[in-house]
C-alpha cells in the first residue's frame, strides 16, 4: 500500500535551520510530485509548494519563497524540506503528500512538528 | 488567489443526522474542488475528488456536489468516528484551502 513516512519532531532554536524527511513506498517514486503543506498550530492548511519528482525542479508559493527548499533523494524515494533562518513563525506541521494530477493532495504523510524555541 | 469559504465554522450534530456542509469559492473553480477530513492529532484524507468523485476506501455516506462557484459535502448519518475538521480545497489553480468546519457532537 501506498505509504508517505515522515521523520520525528523537532525543537530547535530561532535562527537555526531544520530538515524534515518523508520517504515513499508502495508506488514509483519518480511518477508523481510531491506537495508540501503547512499547518500552524490550531490553525487549517497552506499550501507551500510541490517538487517535481521526476526533474527534481521545485516550485514554491509566494509565502515560502527565500527560506524554504525543497529537495529529493531519488534512490532512497524520499523528498525533503529544509528551512533556513527558523523564525517563530515558522513553528507549525508540516506535511508531505503525493501529488497524482495538479491540484489533488492524494495521499499524506504523518505530518512533523517543528517547535520553534529560544 | 481564490479565497474558499467554509460555512458553518461549527457545526453540533445528533448521531444519525444527515448534514451538509457548504464551501463557496471567490471565482469559479469548475469541478476542481476536493474535500478533505482531517481528525484530531491525524494527517488530513481525502474523501471526495472534482467536487462529486467517490474515494476507494470512504464510506459511501460521503457525497459531495457543485459546480463553478458553489460546493456542498454531504454526509448521510453521521457516526461518532466522522467527528473532524472538513477543509474544502480548490486545484483549479494555484492550491487554496478553506478554513474548515468543524463537526462536534450536540
Known amino acids: 500500500q501506498i505509504q508517505l513516512v515522515q521523520s520525528g519532531p523537532e525543537l530547535k532554536k530561532p535562527g537555526e535551520s531544520v530538515k524534515i524527511s518523508c520517504k515513499a513506498s508502495g508506488y514509483t517514486f519518480t511518477n508523481y510530485g510531491m506537495y508540501w503543506v503547512k499547518q500552524a498550530p490550531g490553525q487549517g492548511l497552506q499550501y507551500m509548494g510541490w517538487?517535481?519528482?521526476?526533474?527534481?525542479?521545485?516550485t514554491y508559493a509566494d509565502d515560502f519563497k527565500g527560506r524554504f527548499v525543497f529537495f529529493l533523494e531519488t534512490s532512497a524515494s524520499t523528498a525533503y524540506l529544509q528551512i533556513n533562518n527558523l523564525k517563530n513563525e515558522d513553528m507549525a506541521t508540516y506535511f508531505c503528500?503525493?501529488?497524482?494530477?495538479?491540484?489533488?493532495?492524494?495521499?499524506w504523510g504523518q505530518g512533523v512538528m517543528v517547535t520553534v524555541s529560544s | 488567489d481564490v479565497v474558499l469559504t467554509q460555512s458553518p465554522a461549527t457545526l453540533s450534530v445528533t448521531p444519525g443526522e444527515r448534514i451538509s456542509l457548504s464551501c463557496r469559492a471567490s471565482e469559479s473553480v469548475d469541478t476542481y474542488l476536493h474535500w478533505y477530513q482531517q481528525k484530531p492529532n491525524e494527517s488530513p484524507r481525502l474523501l471526495i475528488k472534482?467536487?462529486?468523485q467517490s474515494i476507494s476506501g470512504i464510506p459511501s455516506r460521503f457525497s459531495g456536489s457543485g459546480s463553478g462557484t458553489d460546493f456542498t459535502l454531504s454526509i448521510n448519518g453521521v457516526e461518532l468516528e466522522d467527528l473532524s475538521i472538513y477543509y474544502c480545497q480548490q486545484g483549479n489553480s494555484l492550491p487554496t484551502f478553506g478554513s474548515g468546519t468543524k463537526l462536534e457532537i450536540k
Open positions: 503528500a503525493r501529488r497524482v494530477y495538479y491540484g489533488l493532495f492524494r495521499d
Open positions: 517538487i517535481n519528482t521526476e526533474t527534481g525542479k521545485p
Open positions: 472534482y467536487a462529486s
